[in-house]
C-alpha cells in the first residue's frame, strides 16, 4: 500500500504565482523526497530533508516537514511553464521508497 | 545529481516472448537497485529491491518468475519480463543509490508494449 498521499491531486495556477502541495504519510521515516516527473518520463529528485529537519530550500524550492502530524509541503515559488509536472513525495524508511499518488500541477501561460 | 540510464526507452514484443531491460549507474556504484512499474497516471508500485550479488527481495504480489532481477554487478541491474502478455504493457523505472546514500536517482524509464 502506499505510503504517501499527496493534496491535491490536480493544481492549475497561473504562470507566476506561486504552488503548494502537501504530502502526508502513515510511518516513521528516516528521510522525505520529493520527485517531479514530467509525461512519460523519468523522475527528477528535487530535495531531500531529514526527519530532524523542518525546513529545507533550494532555488524556488521551499520544503517543510512536520513529524509530529507526519506531513510535508513543497512549494514552488514563481511558477513557469516548465513546472508542469506531476510531483511526488516518497518516504524512506530502512531502505526502499514509497511514493504517494502525486499531485498533477500545471502552468497555464 | 548521479546519472542512471535505463536501456531501451521502448520496446515492442510479441506476446509469449520475453524481453530485457538494462539500468546502468553511470557515475557511481549502485549496492541497491529498485525497480518500479507505473501505470498511466498513477503513482509508482514497487517491483523489488535488489542488492548487488544477492537475491532481489519481491514486493508482495509481485512474480519472481515472471518478473526476473539480476544485479551482478555494482553498475548493472536487469528485468526481464518472461513470457510477456498484454497485460504486462507498462512503463518500468529503474533507481539506484550508492552505499549509505540517502538519495536515489531515477532512470528515465522504458516503456513495453506487448502486442
Known amino acids: 500500500s502506499q505510503q504517501g498521499e499527496e493534496d491535491p491531486q490536480a493544481l492549475s495556477i497561473q504562470e507566476g504565482e506561486n504552488a503548494t502541495m502537501n504530502c502526508s504519510y502513515k510511518t516513521s521515516i528516516n528521510n522525505l523526497q520529493w520527485y517531479r516527473q514530467n509525461s512519460g518520463r523519468g523522475l527528477v529528485h528535487l530535495i531531500l530533508?531529514?526527519?530532524?529537519?523542518r525546513e529545507k530550500h533550494s532555488g524556488r524550492l521551499r520544503v517543510t516537514l512536520d513529524t509530529s502530524k507526519k506531513s510535508s509541503s513543497l512549494l514552488i515559488t514563481a511558477s513557469r511553464a516548465a513546472d508542469t509536472a506531476s510531483y511526488f513525495c516518497a518516504t524512506k524508511g530502512a531502505q526502499k521508497l514509497v511514493f504517494g499518488q502525486g499531485t498533477r500541477l500545471t502552468i497555464n501561460p | 545529481g548521479a546519472v542512471v540510464s535505463q536501456h531501451p526507452s521502448w520496446v515492442i514484443c510479441k506476446s509469449g516472448t520475453s524481453v530485457k531491460i538494462e539500468c546502468r549507474s553511470l557515475?557511481?556504484?549502485?549496492?541497491?537497485m529498485f525497480w518500479y512499474r507505473q501505470f498511466p497516471k498513477q503513482s509508482l508500485m514497487l517491483m523489488a529491491t535488489?542488492?548487488?550479488?544477492?537475491?532481489?527481495?519481491?514486493e508482495q504480489g509481485v512474480e519472481k518468475d515472471k518478473f526476473l532481477i539480476n544485479h551482478a554487478s555494482l553498475t548493472l541491474s536487469t528485468l526481464t519480463v518472461t513470457s510477456a502478455h498484454p497485460e504486462d504493457s507498462s512503463f518500468y523505472i529503474c533507481s539506484a543509490r550508492g552505499q549509505g546514500a540517502d538519495t536515489i536517482y531515477f532512470g528515465e524509464g522504458s516503456w513495453l508494449t506487448v502486442v
Open positions: 530533508i531529514r526527519s530532524n529537519e
Open positions: 535488489s542488492n548487488e550479488g544477492s537475491k532481489a527481495t519481491y
Open positions: 557515475d557511481f556504484q549502485a549496492t541497491t
